[in-house]
């Protein structure tokens, strides 16, 4: 199986960027070979009953398993292949999860044409015994062989490397987490650069990181610290990594890029924004994902592809933590001073500093990238030449709002009015003091239309940053402060921009082998699925009952599997757009399925502490009868002879059962009119003084009414624990007989 920049793949070109229009090329286009991986049936796997469901009745179906949505990485590349399979009328159906934690190809394989699996590959085998096609995207199988979406990380890598070469730096360390397939390919081209260079490798500049996160990068800063003095510029396998770092560097008093020059590897967003600003090597994740559909579509219809898969291209971006000064670089250029088509030329070389590093194609107009820049180079020159004004009231602000979309770097945006102003001394034309004067206000005013342009994108993200907060302060306050009905019914979903959703729970989750329909949500009246209906996991979500725009591909459809930290719930499907667009950022639907795993554990909780609550009343109404029985066989009365009680005891005698006797013994002698309360204590194991004083009680209590009570079946043992008690008229007897003949001799009662 080839590695990334072999020549068994096909190199996806850098595209320039998200300019209108922009020509795009086919991932695998002019490939020959052929892999051994099947082309999509005519039929799909068996339903649930048997039977085959012919593939022409439901739209083509690409299956995305991620074990995230969120991030940098995997949100852009989902939006790459729903855009691309949109434009070919292709559905999006994204799992998350892994493929073992999928049962990959259970669910929803009847479904699925083709699967499209993101970095996670556990469980691949699965897919592979499918006989449906498959590819991987970020990394390569090697339990199977199929054709991957790899980044060319060891092209980037090598221009990381080079670069840092060529600022006169032999010493540079590697900063990585070698778990990842694509650090792993960059560790290996950064060793071929420093030999490509003539530097030996030295495996004491390679520092290992715990992840690729930025907790990675902070928690490796104390192993790259202590080697500050071996090295003088450092690569990082991935952007988070460095951005993570940085900052304890510079608390160490390591100047960035004077003491240590830093080059990354994604080009994430933060990566602009970093003190300093953050060189890398820019992916276009988007470009991965519209390659993977590319590839999986081709092996969908049966055509040829490359076997290894493609490899997508980047590029070196270069800011000012390498020691670069890219802005400055091209402001300083010799050819912006070319007196050719001196308002279009002018034009085109802004358009050409907002875009950098990438290039503005030739023959590609520089309106067809920021629109107004012609007007406002055009009012620079009416400003030189006192002309009159060519912008209207607000008409400035919105040309630059244009820029702002082109690139929100104010320093690169700021550069833009330098590269205005410095114009006309370029040209060394001659220039008088009012228009200098008339030149500085339509530079100050164009300053002022930057800055305002984007507060005006700050705010909006503030913006919809409050309405994220506010819709998941409401999707929350529902699913945890609300009822369980409220919870299943989906209801909570009227404040999201979904429109529609399937709850369904497990029948049996030792098995998973079909769900039951617990709750449903249509935001426009479409078709849902029968509360309490029962669906094979095959076949889920209903096909049937997807609204219109999920079965044409404009809708993504979306299964989360919904779990707790005891149970396997279920899954919620989710139909809408992007998951951006759908929840306001990346992590949100996770978080909805966190939550919804919560409040179904915390009914499940409710409900059983209902039923333990019934039960413990049911138990406790038995042991009160039982307790009653308890009582009275505890200390039963037998009116042996007129006038005559026997109160047979067994068992230990602690102070409330010696209570209960005395109850006893007084109600009975009160009752029956006894004369003489025989306490037969033979079954007593042994009565110590705090018995024996309780004895005494109950004597003295039944003397009060006119009773006295006699001790039967007095041991020496108990005799003598009787010594230090005082028993008055308590007198005692051996045995029962012995009581008997000496109170009622000849069966007569004495008075």
Not at 272 to 293: K, N
Not at 496 to 519: E, H, I, M, N, Y
């Amino acid at each position: 199986m080839g590695q990334g920049g072999e020549s068994s793949g096909v190199a996806v070109p850098e595209q320039w960027g998200e300019l209108p229009g922009a020509p795009g090329q086919e991932a695998g286009a002019g490939a020959k070979a052929r892999s051994s991986i099947p082309a999509a049936r005519r039929t799909d796997a068996p339903g649930p009953e048997g039977l085959e469901v012919d593939a022409g009745a439901r739209p083509r179906t690409l299956g995305i398993i991620t074990p995230f949505v969120d991030g940098s990485f995997w949100n852009p590349v989902l939006t790459g292949i729903h855009e691309s399979a949109q434009q070919r009328g292709y559905r999006t159906m994204v799992l998350r999860g892994t493929p073992f934690e999928l049962r990959a190809p259970s669910l929803a394989r009847g479904q699925v044409d083709g699967w499209i699996v993101l970095i996670e590959v556990h469980g691949i085998e699965a897919l592979a015994r499918a006989g449906v096609p498959f590819i991987t995207v970020g990394t390569r199988a090697a339990e199977v062989s199929c054709p991957a979406v790899i980044p060319d990380n060891r092209g980037g890598m090598r221009s990381a490397v080079l670069h840092l070469i060529e600022h006169g730096h032999r010493r540079i360390a590697f900063v990585g987490y070698f778990a990842a397939y694509d650090v792993r390919e960059r560790f290996e081209a950064y060793k071929d650069a420093l030999a490509e260079a003539g530097i030996p490798f030295d495996p004491d500049l390679v520092v290992q990181s715990d992840n690729n996160w930025y907790t990675g990068g902070h928690g490796a800063a104390p192993a790259l610290l202590a080697r500050r003095h071996e090295c003088t510029a450092a690569v990082f396998g991935t952007d988070k990594n460095a951005i993570g770092m940085m900052p304890l560097l510079k608390a160490a008093g390591v100047r960035i890029p004077e003491d240590l020059a830093i080059v990354g590897f994604d080009d994430v967003v933060e990566a602009q924004g970093t003190d300093p600003p953050l060189t890398t090597i820019r992916q276009r994740f988007e470009m991965m994902g519209s390659a993977a559909c590319e590839l999986i579509a081709s092996m969908i219809a049966g055509e040829a592809f490359p076997p290894e898969g493609v490899h997508t291209a980047n590029v070196l971006v270069q800011r000012s933590s390498c020691g670069c000064n890219v802005i400055q670089s091209f402001l300083d250029r010799e050819d912006l001073a070319s007196e050719e088509g001196e308002s279009g030329a002018l034009a085109r070389q802004i358009v050409e500093l907002l875009l950098l590093p990438r290039p503005l194609p030739p023959g590609t107009p520089p309106t067809e990238v920021w629109p107004a820049v012609t007007r406002v180079v055009d009012g620079y020159f009416a400003a030189l030449r006192g002309g009159a004004e060519p912008f209207p009231a607000g008409e400035m602000e919105r040309a630059y709002r244009q820029a702002v979309g082109v690139t929100p770097d104010l320093g690169t945006l700021l550069a833009a009015v330098r590269l205005l102003g410095q114009s006309h001394e370029r040209r060394r034309a001659p220039v008088d003091a009012a228009a200098r004067r008339r030149v500085e206000d339509y530079l100050e005013l164009s300053r002022l239309a930057i800055a305002r342009a984007r507060l005006e994108a700050e705010t909006q993200v503030v913006h919809q940053l409050g309405l994220l907060a506010r819709t998941n302060y409401d999707v929350s306050f529902a699913l945890l402060g609300g009822t369980q009905h409220e919870a299943r019914s989906l209801a909570w979903l009227e404040t999201t921009p979904a429109v529609w959703s399937c709850l369904a729970l497990w029948d049996d989750p030792a098995t998973r082998a079909s769900l039951v329909v617990a709750g449903a949500y249509s935001r426009d009246g479409s078709p849902t699925p029968s509360i309490g209906g029962r669906c094979p996991r095959e076949a889920f979500p209903p096909a049937e009952t997807l609204p219109p725009a999920a079965a044409d591909g404009s809708l993504m459809v979306f299964l989360l599997p919904i779990r707790s930290a005891r149970r396997d719930w279920g899954v919620l499907a989710l139909v809408g757009p992007t998951l951006v667009a759908m929840t306001g950022d990346e992590g949100t639907v996770a978080i909805w399925g966190t939550l919804l795993g919560a409040a179904l554990e915390r009914d499940a909780l409710l409900e059983s502490v209902s039923a333990q609550h019934v039960d413990l009343q049911k138990a406790y109404a038995i042991e009160r009868a039982l307790s009653e029985t308890v009582r009275e066989l505890g200390c039963p009365l037998i009116p042996l002879l007129p006038g005559m009680l026997l109160v047979p005891l067994i068992g230990m005698i602690d102070g409330g059962r010696a209570q209960q006797v005395l109850e006893k013994v007084t109600e009975g002698v009160s009752r029956h009119r006894a004369r003489r309360v025989l306490l037969d204590v033979t079954g007593v194991p042994f009565v110590d003084a705090e018995v024996a004083s309780a004895l005494g009680a109950i004597s003295r209590a039944a003397a009060l009414l006119g009773a006295r009570v006699y001790l039967v079946g007095v041991r020496p043992e108990i005799a003598r624990s009787l010594v230090a008690v005082e028993l008055r008229d308590l007198a005692t007897f051996a045995s029962l007989s012995t009581a008997l003949r000496t109170l009622a001799p000849a069966g007569r009662v004495r008075r």
